[in-house]
């Protein structure tokens, strides 16, 4: 039986943790989910492409969609905006697929208020030591804005407790393994719950 709205799965945690890396890994895999691409007005890494990684905004582009209630949530970070789009978020779950998130922790927390259903995985580092490693290694950076992401950092890990579950990013295959299992047991959750709803509905 296949659930009549999709589920909103918001993977979250603090920068260079790797969310992006287990993002990528578990699309590999999974084909069943969405992934609902951000808007963002920092500038594309030579790596990215644009609509692929990030659809890229000029700052007045971005407070436009803000004015426009265009995005589901968004946030500055490290001076830069980082939004969902709404539309897209709303459309797809109504259709029955899964959408995926990979968000900041502030737009999280935002998300969480206007869709309180969604499973809320919070990505964990090994340890402190290790993300700073994973940040300065990515060598995206200059080291003001690794001093800026670490401290961020430790703000975001404190928001930790609102989320659902917490999945340790060790190895990437291991975090990906886990976040899969998660999805699974949601699904297999809810559906127990509509089965039983609809049992309760028809001893009325
Ligand atoms: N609130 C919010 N955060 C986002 C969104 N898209 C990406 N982010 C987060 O913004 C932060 C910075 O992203 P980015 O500049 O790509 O750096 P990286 O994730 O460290 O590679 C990360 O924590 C992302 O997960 C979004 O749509 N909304
Ligand atoms: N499990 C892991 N073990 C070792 N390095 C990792 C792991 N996951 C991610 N990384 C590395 O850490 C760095 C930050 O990962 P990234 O996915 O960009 O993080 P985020 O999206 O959370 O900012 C990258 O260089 C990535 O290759």
Request: glycine residues 6%.
């Amino acid at each position: 039986m296949k659930d009549e709205k999709g589920i909103l799965f918001v993977l979250s945690g603090p920068s260079g943790v790797g969310k992006g890396t287990v993002r990528k890994r578990l699309f590999e895999k999974a084909t069943d989910l969405k992934y609902s691409i951000s808007m963002t007005t920092r500038n594309r890494r030579p790596s990215e492409k644009d609509g692929v990684d990030y659809f890229y905004k000029s700052t007045e582009e971005f407070e436009a969609l803000i004015a426009q209630n265009e995005l589901l949530e968004y946030a500055k970070y490290v001076n830069n905006y980082y939004g969902t789009p709404r539309k897209y978020v709303e459309e797809t779950l109504a259709k029955g697929s899964d959408v995926f998130l990979e968000i900041e922790v502030q737009g999280a927390m935002q998300v969480k208020q206007n869709f309180p259903e969604g499973v809320f995985i919070f990505l964990f580092p090994p340890s402190l030591e290790e993300l700073k490693n994973r940040i300065v290694n990515r060598g995206t950076e200059s080291e003001e804005l690794v001093l800026n992401r670490l401290k961020e950092a430790s703000k975001e890990i404190e928001m930790m407790e609102a989320y659902d579950y917490v999945v340790v990013n060790d190895q990437v295959d291991h975090a990906v393994e886990k976040i899969e299992a998660i999805i699974l047991s949601e699904h297999l959750r809810r559906e127990r719950i509509a089965k039983q709803y609809k049992k309760i509905l028809e001893a009325d």
